[in-house]
T-cell receptor, first 113, second 116 residues
């Protein structure tokens, strides 16, 4: 089941601008993760935020998590053409006795030079 | 991810044929996963394995089978029962399957399967 849903589905910005992507989910989570996928490639892990954390930074990336609203956002500052990719949020939660990562449908980011 | 090798990169299946996708890892990770990705969509879990000789069905296991005879290997067979197999298949691993481990998944570069 698709628990995480990203918004917007597509985003086009100029190089140097900031890009913000949002993710909403439905059930309690252990952590939330953001991944990046270049066309035709596998996913690359960007950042993981635990359920007891509210904000996390990694280089030009800033992730926030609001468990009361069941939402997260990914901010990419000073974007570059090389940031063009699809970005997915994934929620890590217990499903029965198993731990599963459930992915949203992604935001396609295009950074124009 | 250099630690996970998926092969082949492209695969074509004829009607009624079973095909097997390879996933090998040298990360010494316990857990391995298979996902299917359709165009413009997120990933859906097919099968996962927490440990050698054990595997569990994910959300869309029908028409697929797996084995986990070695820690390093988790091959996926797409059987003739899978009527719509055209998709991008991704293999992933995590160090531990424990819920509290807070570990990210590491992905291979995928196999694109098409029907002839």
């Amino acid at each position: 089941s698709q628990q995480g849903e990203e918004d917007p589905q597509a985003l086009s910005i100029q190089e140097g601008e900031n890009a913000t992507m949002n993710c909403s989910y439905k059930t309690s989570i252990n952590n939330l993760q953001w991944y990046r996928q270049n066309s035709g490639r596998g996913l690359v892990h960007l950042i993981l935020i635990r359920s007891n954390e509210r904000e996390k930074h990694s280089g030009r990336l800033r992730v926030t998590l609001d468990t009361s609203k069941k939402s997260s956002s990914l901010l990419i500052t000073a974007s570059r053409a090389a940031d063009t990719a699809s970005y997915f949020c994934a929620t890590d939660a217990l499903s029965g006795s198993a731990r599963q990562l459930t992915f949203g449908s992604g935001t396609q980011l295009t950074v124009l030079p | 991810d250099g630690g996970i090798t998926q092969s082949p990169k492209y695969l074509f299946r004829k009607e009624g044929q079973n095909v097997t996708l390879s996933c090998e890892q040298n990360l010494n990770h316990d857990a391995m996963y298979w996902y299917r990705q359709d165009p413009g969509q997120g990933l859906r879990l097919i099968y996962y394995s927490q440990i050698v000789n054990d595997f569990q069905k994910g959300d869309i296991a029908e028409g697929y089978s797996v084995s986990r005879e070695k820690k390093e290997s988790f091959p996926l067979t797409v059987t003739s029962a899978q009527k719509n197999p055209t998709a991008f298949y991704l293999c992933a691993t995590t160090d531990s399957f424990q819920p509290s481990s807070n570990q990210p998944q590491h992905f291979g570069d995928g196999t694109r399967l098409s029907i002839l």
